[in-house]
């Protein structure tokens, strides 16, 4: 069993930059497309998709971090990373990594991804 463990958060003040990274233990996550999610603090809406990566290698980024995050997959490490850079106050959240194990819904769909990790929280002050 795949077990997903995210690092890299903190607190940054606005304009800074953070990198992400999650690492897969237990067995490697393969071809499978990996995803990064946010969940913003006091809210009970649905996880914020916003970043994915297939493989071979195809991003997709939700509108509002286009230009400012990329998503990256290191295979050999079995570690995908999120690197963000402008960071606004409001992408503060807690950050999830997940894998994708099924098709249905789409990429940005929190349902298609099976496997998550426990998150972790970037704070960006103005």
């Known amino acids: 069993q795949v077990q997903l463990v995210e690092s890299g958060g903190g607190l940054v003040q606005a304009g800074g930059s953070l990198r992400l990274s999650c690492a897969a233990s237990g067995r490697t996550f393969g071809t499978y497309a990996m995803g990064w999610f946010r969940q913003a603090p006091g809210t009970a809406k649905e996880r914020e998709f916003v970043a994915s990566i297939s493989w071979p290698p195809t991003t997709y980024y939700t509108d509002s971090v286009k230009g400012r995050f990329t998503i990256s997959r290191d295979n050999a490490k079995n570690t995908v990373y999120l690197q963000m850079n402008s960071l606004k106050p409001e992408d503060t959240a807690v950050y999830y990594c997940?894998?994708?194990?099924?098709?249905?819904?789409?990429?940005?769909?929190?349902?298609?991804?099976?496997?998550w990790g426990q998150g972790t929280q970037v704070t960006v002050s103005s």
């Open positions: 997940a894998r994708r194990g099924a098709v249905r819904f789409g990429v940005t769909s929190p349902v298609d991804y099976d496997i």
